[in-house]
């Protein structure tokens, strides 16, 4: 079982001498609350120490239990787990010791053992279990990235503070094409960008489609908005549609993408779209901006031809997740295609 290292734990197999630290937090009442085990006795942590130690000697080792070992201190905090299930999915877990909560282990924990299953063990799908009424794990489910998936009444053995009968459960869950994006969402959020306000923008026009601005919009952090220009696509002086450019680099924009544009339908099948965006990348880099993202519905086979014309890289096919607005306006994936401005030749004049 490989040794995995985050910025403050040693994630690795138990070992004896482990006894002291584990049965610290595995003993203790308000620490095995919504567990399904404890408060232990003393033999009980050491079968558990002595389980995870056979298990992780198995080849292939199907239940992966990890001591979360402190950096500073060399005490074992909590722990951590990966159950393999039919070869490409898995079950995690996690349980910190409560003089550490709050203070972002269980997410470290939980991180871990989503970029090991997916990044070395190339699961399809992880998952993971926890009482309705167990705040504090599913938020952390959501924190690293997991989606609910479901509400299973009276699921499960009730919470050790219950007087009902049986407990109800909450399931979550991640594919792996999820994590990869939301990762490369991340990368995509950490890109520079240069905004001390709009630029006076100059006459963009190759010959044949003229943009014309007509809004400078501002940020709105609450309604997850960058700063963006809105222009009209003229052609020989009539309006045939719309293109616009957002400024910035964020989870949402990985998405929604930086250039949207819309062709009345009069117009369409001439390149008009494809003509008004080799305009943008003058502006773009006017803020710092180097790569732009263009994102469509996977029906939209007209807007790939764009992207395809443009000589826009296509990334993936994402899941929408269901905070984004797309999600809300009935949207399930996004074709996530990346266009290069760095050496784009632009016209205007």
Avoid at 9 to 24: A, M
Avoid at 27 to 48: H, I
Avoid at 128 to 136: I, K, L, P, W, Y
Avoid at 284 to 310: P, Y
Wanted: hydrophobic content about 35%; aromatic content about 10%.
């Amino acid at each position: 079982m490989k040794v995995l290292e985050t910025g403050r734990l040693t994630l690795r197999g138990f070992r004896e001498g482990d006894l002291d630290d584990v049965h610290e937090y595995a003993g203790r009442a308000d620490n095995v609350t919504y567990m399904d085990f404890g408060p232990n006795d003393r033999e009980q942590t050491k079968a558990f120490i002595d389980r995870s130690i056979r298990g992780a000697a198995e080849d292939p080792a199907l239940n992966m239990q990890y001591a979360a070992v402190s950096k500073g201190s060399g005490k074992v905090i909590g722990s951590c787990s990966l159950r393999l299930y039919r070869g490409d999915e898995a079950e995690v877990g996690w349980i910190v010791n409560a003089d550490y909560w709050r203070d972002g282990y269980g997410s470290e924990m939980g991180a871990a053992m989503l970029g090991h299953g997916f990044g070395e063990l190339r699961l399809r799908r992880i998952f993971a279990r926890c009482d309705s009424e167990n705040v504090g794990s599913y938020r952390l489910m959501e924190k690293i990235g997991m989606r609910r998936e479901g509400l299973f009444i009276e699921a499960r053995p009730p919470h050790k503070l219950s007087d009902r009968s049986y407990g109800d459960e909450l399931n979550y869950a991640i594919l792996r094409d999820e994590w990869e994006a939301k990762n490369e969402a991340a990368s995509y959020g950490a890109l520079p960008v240069s905004f001390g306000g709009h630029i006076e923008v100059p006459e963009l026009c190759d010959g044949t489609v003229r943009l014309v601005c007509t809004g400078k919009g501002q940020e709105d952090r609450e309604r997850k908005l960058v700063p963006d220009y809105k222009f009209a696509i003229c052609v020989r002086g009539e309006k045939v549609g719309n293109v616009a450019l957002r400024i910035g680099y964020t989870e949402s924009l990985y998405y929604a993408g930086q250039i949207g544009y819309d062709v009345d339908e009069a117009h369409r099948g001439i390149g008009y779209a494809g003509r008004a965006c080799r305009l943008l990348p003058s502006v773009a880099k006017a803020h710092g901006m180097g790569r732009l993202l263009i994102t469509n519905d996977h029906g939209n086979h007209a807007s790939r031809r764009v992207c395809e014309k443009l000589g826009a890289r296509h990334l993936r096919l994402a899941r929408i997740p269901e905070w984004h607005a797309l999600y809300g306006f009935g949207r399930r994936f996004s074709n996530i295609y990346e266009w290069d401005i760095c050496d784009a030749v632009t016209s205007h004049v």
